[in-house]
């Protein structure tokens, strides 16, 4: 039943992140045929963003080393269905990389702390806005939309609390090289929902405006959705999520499954919020992945809507 509540956005864009975030962080490399299929079941499901991969160092991710054979595999999903590919990168050369295969849509990923710059990147904060720097100006100049990521936003497994202040001063940072987006990524899932309107209040106050501004919630404590309401109240209208709640980040100790697509589809639907998304279609899609890794998806949602496998003994009472 649709019931809404005051104060919401009309309309809220999801970010899919599951090929992506969620794939990075398999042990198993999926193959290179499942995730094109996975990620055409996701454009045709009504997803219109749709996180395709990253081109980093191979050796850093072995699980996407395939971008080069995967992108190709996707073209027809841009054209036909207008679905924004978004790609991870993170230097120069992941950018030369995207563009030789026409990405049109990238984005670099930055660290809120020290530690997590130099385990994710090699790099401290300030080398690894220097390493966006030429990244963003070039693709900027090729009309290349651009996200910045700020990871480890409200916690950090290495170093604890992370200050407001300080999530503010690298997310300045990284905005005023000139990203169109800014994705503030819950990391490793510490949030709370007071939390979240400090922050983007502080961000609102230092120039960073709402609607250039994304939520990625990791739901390790269960309040990735609790979170989401927040930032929605606050006028968020981009929500990152991983169809299934897969995902995690191989380079942060206690990163567990992204804000699942599903949960998040089904509170909208429930306060009567328009994301264009089938949820019917994308628990499907999430099952049929699920199956595909050999163990059932997290998602709430995906596991009450799907049926149970025929072949399962049925209960006598
Ligand atoms: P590095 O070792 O410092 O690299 O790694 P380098 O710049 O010293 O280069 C060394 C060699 O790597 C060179 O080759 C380069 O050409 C090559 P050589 O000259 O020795 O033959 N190289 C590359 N090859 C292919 N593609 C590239 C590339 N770059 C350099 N793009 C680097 C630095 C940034 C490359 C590495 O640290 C890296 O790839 N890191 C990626 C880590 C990653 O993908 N993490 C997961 C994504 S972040 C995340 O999940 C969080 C998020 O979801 C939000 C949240 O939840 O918080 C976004
Ligand atoms: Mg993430």
Not at 156 to 175: I, T
Request: with cysteine.
């Amino acid at each position: 039943m649709k019931v809404p509540a005051p104060g919401l956005p009309a309309r809220v864009r999801i970010h899919e992140v599951g090929a992506r975030d969620g794939l990075q962080n398999e042990k198993e490399t999926v193959p290179t045929e499942v995730k094109a299929e996975f990620i055409h079941r996701l454009a045709a499901a009504g997803l219109s963003t749709i996180e395709a991969t990253s081109f980093v160092h191979p050796k850093w991710v072995p699980q996407l080393a395939d971008a080069e054979a995967l992108f190709p595999l996707l073209g027809d999903i841009a054209e036909a269905r207008e679905v924004s590919l978004p790609v991870l990168v993170p230097n120069e050369r992941g950018l030369e990389r995207a563009l030789a295969l026409g990405a049109r849509s990238i984005a670099v990923f930055g660290s809120a702390t020290e530690t997590f710059a130099a385990r994710n990147l090699n790099r401290t904060v300030d080398e690894s806005l220097a390493m966006f720097e030429p990244v963003v100006a070039r693709a900027k100049a090729d009309q290349v939309h651009v996200r910045g990521y700020l990871s480890m936003c409200f916690g950090d497994p290495w170093e604890g609390a992370v200050p407001v202040a300080r999530v503010v001063k690298a997310a300045k940072a990284l905005m005023d090289l000139g990203c169109d987006e800014l994705s503030l990524g819950d990391t490793i899932g510490v949030a709370t929902p007071g939390h979240v309107t400090e922050l983007l209040t502080a961000l609102n106050a230092t120039g960073v405006p709402t609607p250039s501004i994304g939520v990625h919630f990791h739901d390790t404590y269960g309040q990735a959705l609790s979170n989401t309401l927040a930032a929605l109240q606050h006028g968020v209208t981009t929500v990152d999520a991983s169809a299934g709640g897969l995902g995690g980040c191989p380079y942060a100790k206690s990163a567990t499954g992204n804000l699942a697509t599903e949960d998040l589809v089904w509170m909208l639907n429930g306060l009567g919020i328009e994301t264009g998304v089938d949820l019917a279609s994308l628990t499907a899609t999430s099952a049929w992945l699920a199956e595909h890794l050999g163990r059932p998806s997290p998602s709430r949602t995906v596991r009450a809507l799907t049926p149970p496998p025929s072949s399962s003994p049925t209960r006598s009472e």
